[in-house]
């Protein structure tokens, strides 16, 4: 019984956190979590990748370090490749948030590197953060 309960505590706390309602006197429109995220001042491209599942974060602005769970490489850096828009960022987090702004930002997509080393070759080895933003 507890872990039914758990289990729907859980589920409720996750789908209550994906999305918001709100109301105006003429329609009901609802708000993703980003568009609700962007509400925030002084907003950080960390933020979002805070919402995604699968990323190990460590470090403090502005010396974040970003890594795709499960992968564990032996050689260089293990840092995901950004991609910006379709445009190859490079590895580094710091580069990456000078080069998006975040109120714009629309979706973000992590690609583990199975999936990412055949969309990107050896340059998606470690993973990607793929970053789409209104133009």
Known sequence: MRYILASFTFLMIMSCSS?????????KSKKSSFDVLKEKPNLELI?????KSGLQITGNS???KILIRGYKGVEGSQEPLYVINGDQRG???NQASYAVDVYKITKVN????TRA??????RG???????????
């Open 19 to 27: 999305t918001q309602t709100t109301s105006t006197a003429d329609n």
């Open 47 to 51: 933020d979002f990748l805070r919402t």
């Open 62 to 64: 502005p010396t974040y």
């Open 91 to 93: 590895r580094s987090y």
């Open 110 to 113: 992590i690609l583990p590197a």
């Open 117 to 122: 080393a055949s969309k990107y070759g050896d």
């Open 125 to 135: 080895g470690n993973g990607v953060i793929e970053i789409t933003s209104e133009k």
